[in-house]
């Protein structure tokens, strides 16, 4: 096995950790605050070719391979998770979906611009809506409709906690077709959001990634053309594991750098921090705590890589990506709570940033499969 990292690897962390400390740094606190979109943030990702990482040059993205993009991931998400998730939506659901099964003319019409990030001069990203009121965990049994009728079908439902959901541009839903087939009756659909029938809810008022915009996303007889389901009919449930698969490996990245930074603000201050005559790091109480958060930020980082690995490398990596954000996730969780508990009355406050990443921590054991999920995954896995 080799560790080290290529010169081009290292180059694109290079560059997304100049990015995170430089562009996304500041105003990261007010923006958190507000609940503020990072738009001016995304915008300039876009720039960098951040938004369609893996995406082949020929459809207009960067093609880079999953490690890389799991270095840039981390390195954003040190300090901030709301330009990270946004950036992982587009990334590993959107655009990948896209462009491993979308048809040659929806490559052309949407994956294209998705993998920009920009058209006409705006921000232009996408939206992945599977999750549902009374289908969360539970994706086999989607409520959504979306009803054959000739040319085109006819979509009605409600989509819940939709990453994305008013600054997309583009969402891919995913819809019951035949209900007597169950899953195997499930579609999926590329839908313009300016299409009528579609109404954007309130934004969700969350505990962390507060600058995300998360919404429901309302269809009322919302018309789609024929041409933009993706794959053959009876292909979204599939369409739908298979994508996440991926996505599992971005929002993995996200928890590590979730992780990192905690552990790297922890640290310094550690250094700086004197308590009975010597820097706190010196008492043994404190130096146990940051070992173990190095250990399990470094076990967490080597599972991303092997997922990321086995993925460039056309290997199954469905068990590896479970494990990896099973272990990443549970990992931020704990190292953003002992970071706080390193910065003592200080962490509680929002200037030393790790009550935040300590909120944000939170939802990564939640969103694109729970850390329960990721427990099934394994399970059968391991036990087939």
């Excluded at 896209?98 to 920009?118: D, F, N, R, V």
Aim: charged share 20%; net charge negative.
């Amino acid at each position: 096995m080799d560790f080290k990292l290529t010169e081009e690897q290292l180059m694109i962390q290079r560059a997304a950790r100049e990015f995170a400390q430089q562009q996304c740094l500041p105003g990261v606190i007010d923006r958190d605050e507000k609940q503020q979109l990072p738009k001016e943030q995304l915008l300039q990702l876009a720039e960098l070719g951040f938004l369609g990482m893996m995406v082949s040059p020929e459809y207009g993205g960067a093609g880079m391979d999953t490690v890389s993009y799991v270095l840039a991931m981390e390195e954003i998400s040190k300090v901030d998770s709301s330009v990270s998730v946004c950036m992982s939506v587009n990334n590993s659901l959107v655009c990948w979906g896209l462009e491993h099964y979308g048809t040659e003319a929806q490559k052309q019409q949407y994956l294209k611009p998705l993998a920009h990030g920009i058209k006409d001069g705006q921000l232009y990203t996408g939206a992945f809506l599977l999750s549902e009121p009374e289908a969360g965990s539970d994706a086999t049994h989607q409520h959504t409709s979306a009803i054959d009728n000739g040319d085109h079908y006819i979509i009605n439902g409600v989509k819940n906690w939709i990453t994305n959901g008013s600054s997309a541009s583009v969402y891919l839903v995913i819809a019951q077709t035949d209900y007597t087939k169950g899953h195997k009756g499930i579609n999926a659909f590329i839908v313009e959001k300016n299409t009528p029938g579609i109404t954007v809810g309130a934004k969700e008022n969350k505990m962390g990634i507060r600058g995300s915009d998360t919404h429901a996303i309302s269809f009322t007889d919302v018309k789609v053309a024929k041409e933009n389901r993706i794959g053959a009919e009876g292909f979204g449930f599939n369409f739908a594991m298979n994508t996440l698969n991926g996505g599992r490996i971005g929002i993995a990245a996200q928890a590590l750098g979730i992780a990192s930074g905690a552990y790297e603000l922890a640290l310094a201050y550690s250094k700086q921090r004197k308590t009975f005559g010597k820097p706190i790091h010196e008492h043994q109480a404190i130096q146990f705590k940051l070992a173990e958060m190095a250990t399990k930020i470094e076990t967490a980082r080597l599972l991303c890589f092997k997922a990321a690995w086995e993925k460039d490398n056309h290997l199954d990596y469905t068990t590896t990506a479970a494990m990896a954000k099973l272990h990443a996730s549970d990992t931020a969780m704990w190292v953003t709570t002992e970071a706080v508990q390193v910065h003592g009355g200080y962490g509680f406050v929002k200037e030393f940033h790790v009550e935040r990443l300590m909120r944000d921590a939170k939802i990564t054991q939640i969103y694109e499969g729970t850390s329960e999920i990721q427990k099934m995954v394994i399970g059968r896995s391991i036990t087939r």
